[in-house]
């Protein structure tokens, strides 16, 4: 079975990365930013919120051992998509809650689980998660991946 990618933002990437990293079918996760406009961004640029992108995690899994349904399921499970451009202390559009779909299917997948999420109750403000195409992905730099792993703290975690 051939690896596929999936994108999520969800605030600090730190957080999020670690939400992923030790799931059975994942084979990599990494950390950085997409959906802005400047080109090979910082992390010290971004958090400027002047770039326009979103700090994600970038996952390589294999479908056949995790779904995108259930790679979802824990971007839904591990942050608050009511929250616009905020997660928790962290303020600003490069912790907005977002789905970068690699695909048409994964497009799909991803509007149909928030219409679930939304039907379901669980939440009594509207979901602003943003599910947009995926754009190029700009790694950050090398101190920032598996930084919980590392012994780094994160303000959610």
């Not at 730099?141 to 590392?150: A, D, G």
Request: aromatic share 12%.
């Amino acid at each position: 079975m051939k690896l596929q990618k999936a994108t999520f933002g969800a605030g600090c990437f730190w957080h999020v990365e670690e939400a992923f990293r030790h799931r059975q079918g994942v084979i990599s996760t990494a950390v950085g930013f997409m959906g802005g406009t400047a080109k090979k961004p910082s992390y010290e640029q971004v958090c400027m919120d002047t770039t326009g992108h979103a700090e994600v995690v970038q996952i390589e899994y294999d479908p056949s051992k995790i779904s995108y349904e259930e790679l979802l399921a824990i971007f839904w499970e591990n942050h608050d998509p009511t929250q616009v451009n905020r997660q928790g202390p962290d303020l600003g559009t490069q912790y907005r809650s977002v789905i970068f779909y690699h695909n048409e299917q994964q497009k799909k997948d991803a509007l149909a689980s928030k219409d679930k999420i939304e039907k379901s109750g669980k939440y009594k403000k509207k979901i602003a998660t943003e599910i947009v195409p995926a754009t190029e992905f700009y790694k950050a730099e090398e101190y920032h991946q598996q930084y919980i792993e590392k012994g780094g703290k994160c303000a959610l975690g």
